[in-house]
């Protein structure tokens, strides 16, 4: 881990020359919004450091800046928590001073215990993580995300010399998270401003064709018909599932599953009329 100034020496304010994050440069998509620092003030567990990097790593972030660390050592824990950010993002950490994080960036402060209204000026107003993902999404500024101790969070003092305030909606009676799981769940949220690409597919869902479904709509229709319902309420049933698909956006796969088992359950139903009408028996109970 390399000690030196947030800039290195430079204006971090100056959009051209500041190394606010090695990937000041980059985009998330198209846009050229420089990505945020994380700084963490003083963490105590060397495992949650490594925690939060390996979080940073997962929603691309890479510029981690450390006050007052404990020692990180390559066989312990936060190279142990960190994952593949063992390799890039805990290493290149920059240890710094709370001053020059102040100096240096837009600050957001993250805080689990918020004022209750503007009586308390260090800790309100503040903005949830999806509320703080809005608010900086069509800024470009060197911002960091700032995180404090495990036991006791950034006290008064350094929150009022913080631009704005963070805090996760969690449980009343218990809202105060693992440092750890704090940056994780900011970091989340923050995503669609760091991540250029995630592995999941552009859809999660390919609609049948409206032929498929309205062959099953047909199916479905002769399927009543062979329960013996009254046409009102097969009327009624039949629009219930016309709804019902049309919320649910069914895949080919699954409309093709249903057009089998509705077609072999009115065959089935066929079939028992047809076995009553030859034998002289009653049919099966009908409405």
């Keep these: 881990m390399s000690e030196g100034d947030v800039n290195d020496g430079e204006d971090a304010r100056d ?119 809005e608010s900086l999404a069509d800024v470009d500024a060197p911002t960091a995300i700032v995180f404090g101790r495990e036991g006791r969070g950034l006290n008064n003092d350094e929150l009022s010399r913080l631009d704005e305030v963070c805090s996760i909606p969690a449980a009343d009676d218990y809202p105060v998270l693992n440092l750890g799981q704090a940056a994780t769940v900011i970091l989340y949220e923050l995503r669609d401003l760091t991540v250029e690409e995630t592995q999941l597919p552009d859809t999660a869902v390919t609609r049948a064709p409206e032929t498929d479904v309205e062959r099953l709509h047909e199916l479905f229709g002769d399927f009543l018909e062979a329960t013996g319902q009254r046409e009102h309420r097969r009327e009624k049933n039949a629009l219930l599932l016309r709804r019902l698909l049309g919320r649910a956006h069914p895949t080919e796969r699954e409309v093709h599953s249903l057009l089998g088992t509705v077609r072999k359950a009115t065959t089935k139903l066929e079939h028992a009329d047809y076995l009553a009408a030859k034998h002289d028996e009653p049919a099966y109970p009908r409405e």
């Design 15 to 133: 959009a051209d020359d500041a190394d606010d994050g090695g990937d000041a440069g980059e985009s998330a998509g198209n846009s050229t919004r420089r990505k945020p620092v994380v700084v963490v003030v003083e963490p105590e567990t060397p495992g949650n450091v490594g925690t939060i990097a390996r979080a940073m790593k997962n929603f691309g972030l890479s510029d981690l800046k450390l006050v007052d660390p404990p020692e990180l050592d390559e066989d312990g824990e936060a190279y142990g928590f960190a994952g593949h950010a063992r390799e890039d993002v805990l290493p290149n950490a920059d240890e710094v001073t709370f001053d020059e994080v102040v100096e240096s960036y837009h600050t957001v402060g993250t805080t689990a215990i918020t004022g209750e209204d503007d009586r308390s000026h260090e800790r309100w107003p503040f903005k949830t993580p999806v509320e703080l993902r």
